[in-house]
Every structure is written in C-alpha cells, then in structure tokens.
C-alpha cells in the first residue's frame, strides 16, 4: 500500500475489481502452480490488504516491509515450498503460460533460478509486467542468509543472477553461472517487445490497464498474446504511459534506510 509513486495501487480498482484480485486470479490458473499467496507486509498500513485477503479466501502472510527476501523466505518456509514463483502484484495481465514456461524450464533443467526477464544491464524482449521469476527453497534459504546488500533484500532475487553472463542456447533460451555458482537460466520471445510497459506503477499506467480490462469488458482471461493485438490495433493505447521511467535494479526504497 505504500508504493512511492502510486500509493494504495494494489488495491486500486481495474475494471470492477482490486488489482490484487486480478493478479491473483490469473496467476492462480498457471498449471504448474500448487497454491497462490500473497507476502503482504506487517506494516500497519498494509492492514487493509490483509483484511481484503481475509474476507475473499485469498491465503496471505505478513512480513518485513522493505527486507522482501526475508519476507519471501518466511512464506516459502511457512507454505513448505519447493519452487517459489515470484510475481510482483502491480501486474495484472500476468499470463499463466509463462509461468508454466518458466517453472517447466526450472524443474526439467535443474537450474537454481529461471526467469524470463532480467534487469539492465541484460536485455529482455516480454513486455514489462510479464515478469516471472522462480528458484528452489534451497537456494532461496542460502540467499536469506548470505545476502548483505540493500538491492538483494529489497529486490529479492538479485543475488541469484548479479553478474551473470548469459550464453544463448537457442531462440528462447539464454543459460550461464553466475560469480556466486548459481545455475541460470532465462527465457526470451522470438520477437522483441521488452520495451512495451504493461505494469503499474504510475497514475498512467493505472489508466493504460483500465483501458485494456474495459477493451476485454473486464474478463480476465484474455493471454497476454491478445493485449499485444489490442496495443497493436490501437497504439494510441501505449501513449498513456509512454513518458514512465521503469525502475531498475539499482533503485532502492530510501525510506528502508533510515
């Protein structure tokens, strides 16, 4: 709820319905995943998520307000998870399949970490807001105790793949080791559409997602295939948030050092 630039945004309504319900409904209908939860915080201000959770049957935890890995590590070990499958919750056209994509990618190729997308300086070519990211209990565990940095507590991840360099194994995969020795591994689409902003983080991108539920008549089940048709049907669409700057991994809260 205490987003920097858009405060309150997980609960802000998109075509009818909370955007954390939006999220948690399509991330829900991946076939590779077991159970759904949302890692809120214990910060007072997040009440309000965890009462939205409580009264909709949607299963929560409540942890560190900045240290997210921490707050990762708690749910994974409280939910005795295997694979833990990050999905930010600003991301409400997040498709299923490619978490499918990406879970299958960790379990059939025993890699630590699998994503599909990685910050600056690597590239990605899915949309901004399609992100998926997974990794074993073990690594996360080795993760949550070593990792000292600002960036790797508060992004959750990064210390799995910082410094890694990424050699292409084919059109849609790219694999290497990263300094720490963990085994990664990331997915691309054949066609680059990386620069495309479909998550929400700004009062623009709140408007964009609106305009794109109400093209759907507020269904939630479209792919993210058929919102790349609408934006390409009607490109004046993307304008709305064309002018955001997208955060990157180097982009701490502040407050989180005081």
Not at 8 to 32: C, E, H, N, W, Y
Not at 240 to 247: D, E, F, L, Y
Request: glycine letters at 6%; charged letters at 30%.
């Amino acid at each position: 709820m205490s987003s920097s630039r858009l405060p309150g945004k997980i609960l802000a309504d998109i075509g009818g319905q909370p955007m954390l319900t939006r999220v948690f409904v399509r991330t829900s209908r991946a076939a590779t995943v077991t159970e759904t939860v949302f890692a809120t915080t214990t910060d007072p201000g997040d009440d309000p998520v965890a009462e939205y959770c409580d009264f909709s049957g949607i299963p929560f935890t409540r942890g560190s307000l900045y240290d997210v890995l921490d707050r990762y590590y708690q749910a994974a070990k409280e939910t005795k998870a295997d694979i833990i499958v990050r999905i930010t919750a600003d991301c409400p056209v997040m498709d299923p399949a490619l978490i499918d994509d990406v879970v299958h990618t960790i379990l059939d190729g025993e890699y630590d970490f699998v994503c599909n997308r990685l910050p600056p300086p690597w590239h990605r070519t899915y949309p901004i807001g399609l992100d998926v990211e997974a990794c074993t209990f073990k690594v996360l565990e080795q993760a949550w105790k070593e990792a000292t940095e600002p960036q790797h507590r508060e992004h959750a991840m990064p210390y799995f793949y910082e410094g890694v360099e990424l050699t292409r194994q084919s059109r849609t995969l790219e694999t290497g080791t990263s300094p720490r020795g963990f085994n990664i591994a990331q997915l691309h689409h054949t066609t680059d559409f990386g620069d495309y902003r479909w998550t929400v983080d700004t009062p623009e991108d709140l408007e964009f997602m609106r305009q794109v539920y109400a093209r759907f008549d507020g269904r939630d089940d479209f792919t993210w295939k058929e919102v790349l048709d609408l934006v390409h049907d009607e490109p004046e669409l993307m304008k709305i948030n064309a002018g955001v700057q997208h955060k990157t991994l180097k982009d701490i809260d502040k407050r989180a050092l005081k």
